[in-house]
């Protein structure tokens, strides 16, 4: 099991923003910014079976906006010169965990992903829904001359098994400009040569 935290005092914190219509991020900076948050994971072994989690927490702020202000609206800028706010990238609870089991040639696997919601709205004052795609896939080993050399791997996943229709950003809150969705339901196929 590990356990992590971290803690960041800053001034000019640089945070990143997508203004106008153009995917293209420009630096800005808050006068003062803190950082900090925790995290625990942990992952379990034996034999042909393996499983993770992972939890992570983090709570950003910033406050008063002293570079490209040109780029935020002024009831806006305002606000923030007055009140800290979080930041656009932050998601207050992260969480992942995931099983697999191997037997011989095969590998069977299922993972989860969940996120509370990054932040929108005025001044981020609001966060997007949360969201919990799930993911499956399978994998079977060909050894072509019966060692351990010379096996060709062949690989099926399916990203949000559910396809669930989440969105990322609204387009809305400081520097962030359009909006943004997770992934739909993805089908991969794969193969690969270990020689």
């Known amino acids: 099991m590990n356990v992590d935290g971290f803690y960041k005092q ?26 900090y948050g925790a995290e625990i994971s942990s992952t379990y072994k034996q034999r042909g079976f393996s499983l993770f989690g992972n939890f992570a927490y983090v709570l950003t702020r910033g406050k008063n906006i002293i570079s490209q202000q040109f780029t935020i609206e002024n009831d806006e800028l305002a606000y923030i010169a007055q009140n800290s706010i979080p930041l656009d990238h932050q998601s207050l609870y992260t969480a992942s965990a995931g099983v697999s089991y191997q037997w011989t040639n095969d590998e069977v696997y299922a993972d989860i992903l ?28 060909f050894h072509l001359d019966g060692s351990r050399h010379d096996i060709v791997k062949l690989r099926f996943d399916v990203l949000n098994l559910l396809d669930e229709s989440y969105q990322i950003r609204s387009g809305t809150g400081i520097g962030v400009g359009a909006p943004q969705y997770g992934q739909r339901r993805t089908l991969y196929a794969g193969i690969a040569y270990d020689f």
Request: proline share 6%.
């Open 10 to 35: 800053a001034k000019n914190l640089v945070d990143l923003g997508q203004f106008g219509d153009a995917v293209i991020f420009t630096p800005f900076n808050y006068q003062y910014g803190v950082v």
């Open 114 to 141: 969940y996120g509370s919601g990054l932040r929108s709205g005025f001044a981020n004052s609001q966060s997007e829904p949360q969201y919990y795609p799930i993911n499956i896939g399978y994998e079977h080993a």
